[in-house]
């Protein structure tokens, strides 16, 4: 594996269930970062890891709960969720916080029903 | 507030120039970015602009004056391919990995 990866690529889920989204990162960075992208929304920031250490969280409810166990490892998990919380998750990870370019995994398509 | 502006849509001939602006008024500064994203895939780095100026690098160039909170992404000899949603972001400060992305440009090459 190369790159940023990402699992599920699709999830459907009813709004009492509890899921979890896995990012992993084989470039040997230190920053990891989760972003929502909304039909026709900006792309927004969720969360920052910078060394396993959550550094950003952009106001997010606490229905996401992530989870950065180590610096290739980063996990989203959901739990009662919203019809209006169906987006493509992305992740995306960086040699450090404040480097330029961020590499963006291919995302979790997730739908709330 | 924050705010990125970019045309939704634009529309340009296989070989032709394209040039895609985007405005910024932010709390901070430091760093404009432009991605590229394919429908259904991941958005790819492109150029990232910190002082005034333009940024060339082969057939894209990225252009940023600070005073007018202006950039544009120019797109030499297009090609089929370059057809994608082009994201321009700013980071709003120092010590941060906050980007704030504007909607994206929906750019379509046509034959």
């Known amino acids: 594996e190369t790159g940023v990866t990402q699992t599920p690529r699709h999830l459907v889920m009813g709004m009492t269930n509890k899921k979890s989204l896995k990012c992993e990162q084989h470039l040997g960075h230190n920053a990891m970062y989760w972003y929502k992208q909304s039909a026709k929304k900006p792309l927004e920031l969720m969360f920052v890891y910078n060394f396993k250490e959550q550094t950003e969280n952009n106001s997010v409810p606490s229905r996401f709960s992530p989870e950065c166990p180590n610096s290739s490892h980063l996990f989203l998990h959901l739990h009662t969720l919203q019809p209006e919380d169906s987006a493509l998750y992305l992740c995306?990870?960086?040699?450090?916080?404040?480097?330029?370019?961020?590499?963006f995994g291919p995302g979790t398509r997730l739908t709330v029903l | 507030g924050q705010n990125i502006d970019q045309p939704t849509e634009m529309t340009a001939t296989e070989g032709a120039i394209v040039q895609i602006n985007c405005t910024y008024q932010?709390?901070?500064?430091?760093?404009l970015f432009w991605y590229q994203q394919h429908a259904g895939e991941a958005p790819t780095f492109l150029s990232y602009?910190?002082?005034?100026g333009l940024e060339e690098k082969g057939r894209f160039s990225s252009f940023l004056s600070r005073s007018k909170g202006y950039s544009y992404l120019l797109l030499k000899e297009l090609q089929m391919k370059d057809s994608a949603s082009y994201l321009c972001?700013?980071?709003?400060?120092?010590?941060?990995?906050?980007?704030?992305f504007g909607t994206g440009t929906r750019l379509q090459v046509f034959p």
């Open positions: 602009n910190v002082l005034d």
């Open positions: 995306a990870s960086s040699q450090e916080v404040g480097f330029n370019e961020q590499f």
């Open positions: 932010t709390s901070g500064f430091n760093g």
């Open positions: 972001a700013v980071r709003d400060g120092y010590n941060t990995d906050k980007l704030i």
